[in-house]
């Protein structure tokens, strides 16, 4: 039943967006035209060319980046929550499947699985059953100067999250080595819920990473913490599986981009 309120309120989303495409930043200092275009775009519902229209403009650490940012993550998270995802794939269910082993094989965490395909409980699986997934390699970015978490399908951005705040990450060591997505806890009232619970799906969730650092919506002991909306790490939770690379950035995307085409 949550999974289904889940598609109904992104399906809802949909059809706000072009409510939001009537925004006016027309006062924003050295705003490109190409982001008035792609809210025109928006408001005859062409998602498609608004973010291609944009695609140049995301990685930007100006007001033009992030309001870029904004407009196509709101697109393309609900692209990547949706199993009519054009990189979407099937899986025939053998037997002895279980579905943390299916989300390993399909890189496709079980709480996508079971929002993709209506799975409430994650033990009713049957044999030839046909299941949608999708692979979940993706890379999540810390930019915490801009108080931004972002997540990106290679150079593609998928989504992108505010941090309230950021507690420890001045002491953090940037030679710490590769970061990776460790668990993805989940908590009902306080309590821990088993991943693999049918509770787990409607969860509150908190993200820990390889490096000791929290991603979570309340205070936390841990030495690093950073703390989104609870609604946007449960998104987020869905998104990223264990593994998926994390990115400490200290500096905006383009900076880097442009060092790097210098040094060639």
């Known amino acids: 039943?949550?999974?289904?309120?889940?598609i109904l309120g992104i399906a809802g989303f949909c059809s706000a967006l072009p409510l939001v495409a009537q925004d006016n930043y027309s006062l924003w200092p050295r705003r490109p035209r190409e982001l008035e275009q792609a809210r025109h775009l928006l408001s005859q519902q062409k998602w498609g060319e608004a973010v291609y229209l944009l695609q140049p403009f995301v990685a930007d650490s100006g007001v033009a980046g992030t309001e870029a940012r904004q407009i196509?993550?709101?697109?393309?998270?609900?692209?990547?929550?949706?199993?009519?995802?054009?990189?979407?794939?099937?899986?025939?269910?053998?037997?002895?499947?279980t579905l943390p082993k299916?989300?390993?094989?399909?890189?496709?965490?079980?709480?996508?699985?079971?929002l993709y395909n209506g799975i409430v409980s994650p033990s009713s699986l049957k044999v030839g059953q046909k299941l949608v997934y999708i692979d979940m390699t993706l890379r999540v970015e810390i930019y915490s100067p801009l108080n931004e978490l972002t997540v990106w399908d290679e150079d593609a951005l998928v989504v992108s999250y505010k941090?309230?705040?950021?507690?420890?990450?001045s002491a953090r060591k940037p030679d710490a080595g590769e970061v990776k997505v460790q668990s993805r806890?989940?908590?009902?009232?306080?309590?821990?819920?088993?991943r693999n619970s049918a509770l787990a799906v409607g969860a509150n969730k908190v993200i820990r990473l390889t490096d000791g650092s929290v991603i979570s919506a309340e205070?936390?002991?841990?030495?690093?913490?950073?703390r989104l909306e609870q609604k946007?790490?449960?998104?987020?939770?869905?998104l990223v599986r264990e593994s998926n690379t994390v990115l400490w950035l200290e500096q905006p995307a383009d900076s880097r981009k442009e060092e790097n085409a210098a040094g060639k």
């Open 219 to 226: 205070e936390n002991n841990a030495p690093v913490v950073l």
């Open 232 to 238: 946007d790490i449960n998104e987020l939770a869905l």
């Open 102 to 114: 299916i989300a390993s094989q399909t890189q496709c965490p079980v709480d996508l699985l079971m």
């Open 185 to 194: 806890e989940a908590y009902l009232q306080g309590k821990k819920v088993p």
């Open 72 to 97: 196509v993550s709101g697109i393309n998270v609900v692209r990547y929550l949706s199993r009519m995802h054009p990189r979407s794939h099937v899986y025939i269910v053998k037997r002895g499947d």
């Open 163 to 169: 941090i309230l705040s950021a507690k420890g990450v």
């Open 1 to 6: 039943m949550k999974s289904i309120c889940l």
